[in-house]
């Protein structure tokens, strides 16, 4: 366990430099600081690490995808400074985001600019044809996140959305990234296209994962432990796997004029989040995407074994296993 530790920090530290060292070719002053601002900012470099690792555990070498996890890293942020201004979101890990410290011009100015450096970092140290290889990889997953949060913003305005349709938005909009990561930390590795396609599962199958967790947690997490209001999604009337899954199953009058409230008004008063609580346990729908989440965890640990059984494969599960018991 401490030789995991070692790797995972050695490979955080590692990312952490290459974000600093981009800094350098940022020239004007207010996207210097703002850059600067948001990499400091914390974060668990979960994709980086996510490259890193896969790409490790067909050569051995944990550092040989470090450009391009950072590479990802960078798009990941990209996404998040344009998300909170489409957001209104003030805060982000507890401090403002880039567009309130600054203004929406700057941090629109400062997602565009981290896409650039992004794109630039990739292809560092890659022969031609693997940069060519994860430059495609590195777009289709850009394309596939703004086309998830394209579906997003549509499912704003419906009631009438599918599980299926849900699955496919989160696939895309949460999903698109980490199967990013997998699948070009895999091509500087490698390996051949069997194993791409296996390590692109992995990374839907644990972006899907991670939206239930949070879907999850907004409903029975701590807000000092997961620094997010309890029952926030269902206050904004965000339709997560829990609401569309209610609405499939309720059939009581109080659980459907609770739903009803919920879709009229675009969410629920404060005082109400007790009582959507008590329909899902009561449908049984909190036990059932908990097993829900165990099941796609297995099925990634068992891809992975499937790949390689070796150090790395086990760096990577074990690292993921920490993920799975937030709320198992």
């Known amino acids: 366990m401490r030789t995991n530790i070692r790797i995972t920090e ?8 290459k974000l600093m060292e981009i800094e350098k070719e940022i020239n004007t002053t207010k996207l210097k600081e703002s850059y600067s601002y948001l990499i400091s900012n914390g974060g668990k470099r979960f ?19 470090v450009n391009q996890g950072t590479a990802i890293e960078l798009l990941h942020n990209f996404t ?3 998300d909170d201004i489409m957001d209104k979101s003030p805060l982000r890990r507890g401090k403002e985001t880039i567009y309130q410290k600054w203004d929406d011009t700057t941090a629109i100015l400062l997602g565009d600019l981290i896409l650039g450096l992004s794109c630039k970092r990739l292809k560092l140290g890659l022969e031609p044809m693997q940069g060519m290889k994860a430059m495609n990889v590195f777009n289709s997953g850009l394309v596939e996140v703004c086309d998830g949060q394209g579906y997003d913003l549509d499912f704003e305005t419906r009631n009438d959305i599918s599980l299926e349709e849900y699955d496919m938005m989160i696939e895309r909009k949460t999903g698109s990234l980490i199967k990013v990561s997998f699948v070009i930390g895999g091509i500087v590795g490698n390996a051949n296209e069997i194993e791409l396609e296996k390590l692109a599962q992995i990374g839907n199958e644990l972006g899907k994962a991670f939206q239930l ?3 999850l947690l907004d409903i029975i997490g701590e807000q000092h432990e997961f620094g997010k209001k309890t029952g926030q999604d269902i206050i904004e009337g965000k339709k997560t796997y ?15 004029e609770l739903l009803d409230r919920f879709f009229e008004n675009s969410g629920l008063v404060e005082n109400e989040v007790l009582k959507m609580k008590s329909l899902f346990e009561e449908l049984g ?8 989440i165990i099941e796609k965890f297995e099925l990634v640990f068992k ?26």
């Open 47 to 65: 994709r980086p690490l996510m490259t890193t690792l896969s790409c490790a555990m067909f050569t051995s070498d944990y550092l040989m995808a």
């Open 80 to 82: 998040l400074v344009h």
């Open 303 to 328: 891809l992975i074994k499937e790949i390689r059984d070796n150090e790395y494969s086990n760096i990577l599960i074990d690292l993921l296993t920490e993920y799975k018991t937030r709320v198992v």
């Open 10 to 17: 050695n490979i955080i530290n590692e990312v952490n430099s």
């Open 242 to 256: 829990l609401i569309i899954k209610a609405k499939e199953k309720a059939t009581k009058k109080e659980h459907l």
């Open 285 to 292: 729908i909190i036990e059932e995407i908990k097993e829900l």
């Open 213 to 215: 967790q949070d879907d």
